[in-house]
């Protein structure tokens, strides 16, 4: 039996690794593996299904329904971690006395569990839950802005429990500073993504924007850029993601920008790795946009608003706009010229030292010598 054994308990499967937290969640598990770490993997599943492809990184993997009903709702946990409790989970950790790893916030309903109070528990977090939830509520109307708030005064009342932790593992240095008063043993663990070969080559000269164009805050920093951006501005512009929502369907028709729809994971990587330009607009500083660090691993320019880089580290590998006259200055002058080798070497450097997923994991294998 490896000395290096692990279990890690995910809130949900993770891969495909086709949005954040499962993209954050599967390459670190890849990456432990790599390491050397013998790793029991245990999911809530509640609509991905189960991946075999998992069981190429862990001894075995472990599946949990998501069981919700009105009491959950009624409980005064939040919802995300009263529904992430099976027994059964509890009954497998017990079964040996491996270090736990609980991915996220919401799978920490055992974290102070009296069974397990001997032993070493890690915690990583993947935001500030409650501001998080908090901003969903400030962009919902109707029964979702309840859920949304009653959560977040939930999460903000049940964040305390982190004291139980042996460590945490911040995604960003607000982030620790924010949990810090929970631990003495707290460290910044950037997140884990698909980490390829950065190679400067010829770009072409459109502007990119993408993501998961379902999600609310990539609805919003569409209609900003068209609005604020491309008022006056003339230049190919494209948006790519998944399951567009109306709303940006339809400013499609104003022939602001081009809608690629739920492209195939080649497309996107064509789409990415060739644009002059990345536009990266956010109204939510919680976490790190892993389009952020996707966007630094290609040899365009990358264009953030301050939030976009908040706490991140990140603003001096990025050209930061502000006013809307900015935004088309950079714009303009990016279009007309590829990014220069310096610049090139700076971010190539970031990519094999600070945001290296081997490293970082490495922290974790420190934590628990």
């Not at 075999?52 to 971690?81: C, H, M, N, T």
């Not at 081009?258 to 994971?265: A, F, M, V």
């Amino acid at each position: 039996m490896s000395e290096k054994r692990l279990h890690i308990v995910s809130f949900d499967v993770p891969f495909p690794a086709n949005y954040g937290g499962a993209i954050d969640v599967f390459y670190r598990i890849k990456a432990l593996h790599e390491i050397g770490f013998e790793i029991t993997l245990h999911c809530y599943e509640y609509g991905r299904g189960q991946a075999p492809e998992l069981e190429q990184f862990a001894r075995e993997v472990i599946y949990y329904s998501r069981k919700k009903s009105l009491l959950d709702w009624l409980s005064g946990k939040p919802f995300i971690v009263q529904t992430r409790r099976s027994k059964k989970l509890l009954n497998n950790l017990l079964k040996d006395d491996a270090p736990i790893l609980f991915e996220g916030l919401h799978t920490t309903y055992f974290l102070n569990h009296p069974k397990l109070t001997d032993r070493k528990k890690l915690v990583r977090t993947h935001n500030i839950e409650h501001d998080y939830y908090f901003m969903l509520a400030e962009q919902s109307s109707g029964w979702k802005k309840r859920y949304y708030s009653t959560e977040a005064k939930k999460l903000k009342r049940y964040e305390s429990n982190l004291k139980f932790a042996d460590a945490i593992l911040a995604i960003k240095q607000t982030d620790l500073d924010h949990f810090s008063h929970y631990s003495t043993e707290i460290h910044l663990l950037p997140p884990s993504f698909d980490q390829k070969e950065l190679i400067l080559h010829p770009t072409k000269p459109y502007l990119l924007f993408h993501g998961n164009l379902s999600v609310s805050e990539n609805v919003e920093a569409v209609k900003w850029i068209c609005k604020e951006i491309f008022d006056t501005l003339e230049a190919r512009f494209i948006v790519a993601g998944k399951d567009p929502d109306p709303a940006i369907v339809e400013l499609s028709k104003k022939g602001i920008f081009e809608l690629k729809s739920n492209p195939d994971e080649a497309e996107m990587n064509d789409l990415v790795s060739n644009a002059r330009v990345h536009l990266l607009y956010t109204n939510q500083s919680t976490g790190i946009k892993l389009k952020l660090i996707n966007s630094l691993q290609t040899p365009g320019h990358v264009l953030v608003n301050p939030t976009m880089v908040e706490g991140t580290g990140l603003d001096r590998y990025c050209t930061v706009c502000l006013h809307h006259y900015e935004w088309k200055h950079e714009i303009t002058k990016a279009l007309d010229r590829e990014l220069n080798q310096e610049r090139f070497e700076i971010r190539k450097k970031l990519l094999s030292t600070k945001l290296s997923v081997i490293e970082n994991c490495r922290i974790i294998e420190k934590i628990l010598r």
